[in-house]
């Protein structure tokens, strides 16, 4: 059954760090895109950031670079999302996704180039 878990969400005070978790199926982790997005209220889900599960090659947005790192660890498919810095404006339900396996991850900003999402997991983070 594909599936994708997110956990590590949580509160913490601007400047914080968390770790979020993505644990995935084994046949949707292999040779894939993972993604990271998040979408807070009133506002369209984004793309953070993603990582190519085969090769290890990571890709941001602008408006993480320096701050968030995404990891991934093939051995317990599982990818993760070192988040430090943290501001209020990161805020927002943070959700994991995977492409279908051999499909890329160059051109895989967009929510709408992913096929398998995760439940989402809480960040909050005050001023």
């Known amino acids: 059954q594909v599936q994708l878990v997110e956990s590590g969400g949580g509160s913490v005070q601007a400047g914080g760090s968390l770790i979020l978790s993505c644990a995935a199926s084994?046949?949707?982790?292999?040779?894939?895109?993972m993604g990271w997005f998040r979408q807070a209220p009133g506002k369209e889900r984004e793309g953070v950031a993603r990582?190519?599960?085969?090769?290890?090659?990571?890709y941001y947005d602008d408006s993480v670079k320096g701050r968030f790192t995404v990891s991934r660890d093939n051995a317990k498919n599982t990818v993760y999302l070192q988040m430090t810095g943290l501001q209020p404006e990161d805020s927002a339900i943070y959700y994991c996704?995977?492409?279908?396996?051999?499909?890329?991850?160059?051109?895989?900003?967009?929510?709408?180039?992913?096929?398998?999402w995760g439940q989402g997991t809480q960040v909050t983070v005050s001023s």
């Open positions: 996704a995977a492409a279908l396996p051999w499909s890329g991850c160059q051109e895989r900003a967009r929510a709408d180039a992913y096929t398998y």
């Open positions: 084994a046949d949707i982790y292999s040779s894939n895109c």
């Open positions: 990582i190519y599960t085969i090769t290890g090659k990571t």
